[in-house]
C-alpha cells in the first residue's frame, strides 16, 4: 500500500509470459495481446526504494574515469544501475554505468567512463549562474516488471463501456518501479486510452523500450513526477488531451524509428491542452528535446525549470497558436543542441520569457506565419523575447570534442540551420513575419519567404547577450543578430528596450550579407533572387543600452549600393551622384529623428533637360509604392497602425513619421530633391538632401 510499501530490501519481479502467446479478447471492445498488463479497474504498486529517483553531476569528469560526484547526497545501492547523460551535440554520449559502492556524494563505478561529462556551470559577466551539467538517474527499482521476450510489453490503461453502460476506466499508480524491454514498433511501452484523471507515475524508471515511453491518448488529469525514461525508440513521453501535469522527469536518449516520419521527441505536448511543466530534462534526443505548443500569453500558469540539450532542436513548436490570438513560451534552459535552441513557428503573436539559451549553432529562429491573409495587412503581430538570455560560447565548450557532429546529423543534413557566414554561432535569426508557410520536409525548417500583408515587429525586453567571442578558430566570431539568406524584402523591424551586450564587440553584434559582384556588368547588384525584395533592415536601440551609445540608436546596414541599387532597382553609373534623404534631426529635435530612409541615383546634368528628372523621381515613387503596407500604414500622428500608444511614441515615432512623410508629402519630397538636383542642398555632406 501507499502506507506500506515494499521496503528497500525487498525486491518483486513481475514476469510476463509474452513468449506463450496468451491473449485475452472476453469482452467485447477489448483485446489484450500476450506480455499486456490491461487495466481496465485499478492498479496500483508501491516501492519506497528510492527516496532520490535522479540528479546533477557535481564536477566535471573526464574520460576513463571510475568515479563520480554527484549535486545531492543518493541512498543507491551497489549493482544497481545508473545513467549518466550526454553532454556534447551527440545524444548517444550518454552512458549506463554500474554502482560499486556509493559514500554521500561520491559514486565509484565499475565501468570506466567512455566520454566527457559536465558538472559545472557556466558565469556570466553580471554573475549570474548557468547550470550546464549532466544529469545522473538511477534505473533500478526494488520491483522490476519485464517480459520473457523483449519487445512484447506494455502496460494498456483504457476503459470501456458494458452493454448495460456500465462504463469501466483504468486507474494506474506506479511508485518506484523499473519497467525494462517494453514496447514495440506498434505500440509504447505505457499507454493510456480514453481515461480520466486519478492516474500518476512517480519516480519509477522505464529503459531499454521498443518503441515509445510512455503515450497518452484522449486522456485528462495524469500526473507523472520524479521518473526516468531512458532509450526508446520513439517518443519519451507523448500526450494528447488536456490536464496533464510534468514535473521534474528526466528522459534521456530518444532515437527515431526508421519507420516514423515524425520527428522524434524526448518530451511531446503539441497536441495536449492545459499541461503544467515544471522542472523537466530532455537531454539527449536524436531530433527535439521539447515539441511543445505553447501556453495562453495571459495564462496565469507558467511553465518553469525545464532543460533541453544534446539534441538537434532544444525546443519545438511547429505551426501551433494559443488561446486568444497569443501563444506563450515561457521556462526553459536549452543549451548544445546542434541547430536550434528554440526553433517556434506560430500562427499569431507569440510571447517568449524566461529562457535561456546556450552553447546551440543558433539561439532562436522566430516566425510568425498567418496562412490566410486577408487583402488589408493584418495588424500588431508581434515577436516578444522577455526576460532572457542567450550565450554562444560558454567557458565549459570544447573546441574539439564539442565541435563533433551527431550521428543524427547526418540523416538530416537538408535540415540543417543556416550556417553563420562568419564561422560562429548565431544568437537570434532575423524575424519573419509572412503569409507563405514553410514547406517541411521539402524545404528545410528557416527557409521562409517575408509576407507583404503581415504587419509585426519584433521587441526584444530585458534580454542579455554573453561571450559572443571568437568561439574556436581565429577567424570565427560568433554574431548576436543574423539575418538569414534566405529572407527578401524589407524586413520586419527589431526594437530593443532594457537590453545588454555584455562585453561584446561590434563586429559580434550585427552581420549583414553584403552584395554579389557581377563582373559583366562591372557595378554591385543584388543577388538574383533578391532583385524584386531587397534585403532592407532596421535594428532600434530604445534606450541605448545594447550599443552603448546615447539614445535612440538605429543600425542598418551601410552600404549605400544596398539601399539604391537592389531596392529602387536603377542603374548607377560612374558619373551619377548619391543623393541620400535623411529627416532633419534639428527641426524635430523633440523626435531625435537620425534614420536614412531612401537612396536614390540621379544625374545632376540632365537635370535641365527635365525628362530624365522626371523618370528618377518616378522611379523613387515606385519605390516607396513597393514598401510593404506595415511600412506605409500611418495614422494623422505619424504613427504607425494601432500599435499602443506607450509603444509607437516612443518605439516607432521617428521610423513611421519619417514614412509619413513620405507617402503623405510627395510634392515636398519632389520639390527638395529638384532643389538638391539644382545644388542648393544646405547639408553639410552635398550627397545630403536635408527633406
Not at 550526454?86 to 554520449?93: D, K, L, M, N, V
Not at 505553447?294 to 507558467?302: A, D, M, N, Q, W
Not at 532592407?536 to 543600425?555: C, E, I, N, Q, W
Not at 524635430?588 to 535641365?608: G, M, S, Y
Request: include cysteine; charged fraction near 25%; aromatic fraction near 8%.
Amino acid at each position: 500500500t501507499l502506507e506500506n510499501p515494499l521496503e528497500k530490501e525487498q525486491k518483486l519481479l513481475i514476469l510476463l509470459r509474452a513468449s506463450e502467446g496468451i491473449f485475452c479478447d472476453r469482452f467485447n471492445g477489448i483485446h489484450i495481446d500476450a506480455g499486456t498488463i490491461g487495466v481496465y479497474g485499478k492498479v496500483q504498486l508501491y516501492s519506497a526504494y528510492s527516496k532520490k529517483s535522479w540528479t546533477h553531476l557535481g564536477a566535471d569528469i573526464a574520460s576513463g574515469n571510475e568515479r563520480i560526484i554527484v549535486e545531492d547526497a543518493v541512498d543507491w545501492q551497489p549493482h544497481d544501475k545508473i545513467i549518466l547523460s550526454s553532454s556534447s551535440y551527440e545524444p548517444h554520449e550518454a552512458e549506463v554505468l554500474t554502482v560499486k559502492d556509493v559514500k554521500g556524494h561520491h559514486i565509484r563505478v565499475h565501468e570506466r567512463l567512455k566520454h566527457r561529462h559536465i558538472g559545472g556551470a557556466h558565469v556570466i559577466e553580471d554573475g549570474r549562474h548557468i547550470r550546464l551539467a549532466a544529469e545522473v538517474g538511477l534505473l533500478t527499482r526494488n520491483i522490476r516488471i519485464q517480459p520473457d521476450t523483449s519487445c512484447k510489453g506494455r502496460l494498456l490503461v483504457g476503459s470501456f463501456r458494458k452493454s448495460n453502460r456500465e462504463e469501466f476506466s483504468g486507474v494506474l499508480h506506479l511508485l518506484n518501479v523499473e519497467i525494462q524491454h517494453f514496447g514495440s514498433p506498434r505500440y509504447s511501452s505505457i499507454e493510456f486510452s480514453k481515461v480520466s484523471a486519478e492516474s500518476w507515475i512517480i519516480s519509477s524508471s522505464l529503459h531499454q523500450s521498443c518503441g515509445g515511453g510512455i503515450h497518452a491518448l484522449d486522456s485528462h488529469g495524469i500526473t507523472l513526477k520524479d521518473n526516468i525514461v531512458f532509450d526508446t525508440a520513439g517518443h519519451g513521453i507523448d500526450l494528447e488531451g488536456e490536464a496533464y501535469s510534468l514535473t521534474n522527469n528526466l528522459v534521456v536518449l530518444m532515437t527515431q524509428p526508421a519507420w516514423s516520419a515524425t520527428w522524434v521527441a524526448g518530451i511531446k505536448v503539441n497536441r495536449a491542452m492545459d499541461v503544467i511543466l515544471h522542472g523537466n530534462v530532455a537531454a539527449g534526443s536524436e531530433r527535439i528535446g521539447f515539441h511543445i505548443r505553447g501556453h495562453g500569453c495571459s495564462s496565469k500558469v507558467l511553465w518553469s525549470d525545464n532543460v533541453a540539450h544534446s539534441s538537434l532542436h532544444g525546443l519545438h513548436l511547429y505551426k501551433e497558436s494559443g488561446p486568444d490570438g497569443c501563444t506563450g513560451v515561457s521556462g526553459f534552459l536549452s543549451f548544445k543542441n546542434f541547430d536550434y535552441g528554440a526553433m517556434v513557428q506560430v500562427e499569431n503573436s507569440v510571447v517568449i520569457e524566461n529562457v535561456t539559451l546556450v552553447d546551440n549553432a543558433v539561439g532562436l529562429l522566430a516566425v510568425v506565419c498567418v496562412s490566410s491573409a486577408p487583402l488589408n495587412p493584418i495588424k500588431n503581430m508581434q515577436i516578444v523575447l522577455r526576460s532572457s538570455v542567450i550565450v554562444a560560447t560558454s567557458s565549459s565548450f570544447d573546441c574539439i570534442q564539442d565541435r563533433m557532429k551527431p550521428h543524427s546529423a547526418n540523416l538530416t543534413s537538408a535540415d540543417r540551420a543556416p550556417s553563420n557566414p562568419k564561422g560562429g554561432r548565431a544568437g537570434i535569426l532575423w524575424p519573419v513575419f509572412t503569409s507563405e508557410p514553410n514547406r517541411w520536409p521539402q524545404e528545410p525548417w528557416h527557409k521562409v519567404r517575408n509576407g507583404r500583408l503581415i504587419s509585426g515587429i519584433m521587441k526584444l525586453q530585458d534580454v542579455t547577450f554573453s561571450s559572443f567571442v571568437k568561439s574556436c578558430y581565429r577567424d570565427d566570431l560568433d554574431i548576436c543578430i543574423l539575418p538569414s539568406a534566405e529572407s527578401a524584402g524589407i524586413m520586419h523591424p527589431i526594437l530593443a528596450e532594457r537590453t545588454r551586450m555584455l562585453k561584446v564587440k561590434d563586429k559580434n553584434k550585427f552581420y549583414f550579407p553584403p552584395l554579389y559582384p557581377r563582373k559583366d556588368l562591372e557595378r554591385v547588384i543584388c543577388p538574383e533572387s533578391d532583385c524584386e525584395n531587397p534585403r532592407k533592415y532596421l535594428f532600434k536601440d530604445l534606450d541605448g543600452r545594447a550599443l552603448g551609445l546615447p539614445p535612440p540608436v538605429s543600425v542598418f546596414p551601410k552600404i549605400e549600393a544596398e539601399w539604391t541599387e537592389s531596392f529602387f532597382n536603377t542603374e548607377k553609373k560612374k558619373d551619377r551622384s548619391s543623393i541620400l534623404v535623411w529627416v532633419n534631426p534639428e527641426a524635430h529635435a523633440d523626435t531625435k529623428l537620425r534614420i536614412q530612409v531612401a537612396c536614390v541615383w540621379a544625374d545632376p546634368r540632365k537635370h535641365q533637360q527635365g525628362s530624365e528628372t522626371g523618370k528618377e523621381i518616378k522611379s523613387v515613387k515606385d519605390g516607396f509604392s513597393r514598401l510593404p503596407r506595415w511600412m506605409l500604414e500611418s495614422s494623422s500622428d505619424g504613427t504607425l497602425g494601432d500599435h499602443e500608444p506607450s509603444d509607437h511614441n516612443r518605439a516607432l515615432g521617428n521610423y513611421s513619421y519619417i514614412v509619413s512623410l513620405l507617402t503623405v508629402g510627395w510634392d515636398v519630397l519632389q520639390a527638395n530633391f529638384a532643389k538638391c538636383m539644382a545644388k542648393e542642398c544646405k547639408a553639410a555632406n552635398p550627397k545630403q538632401a536635408i527633406l
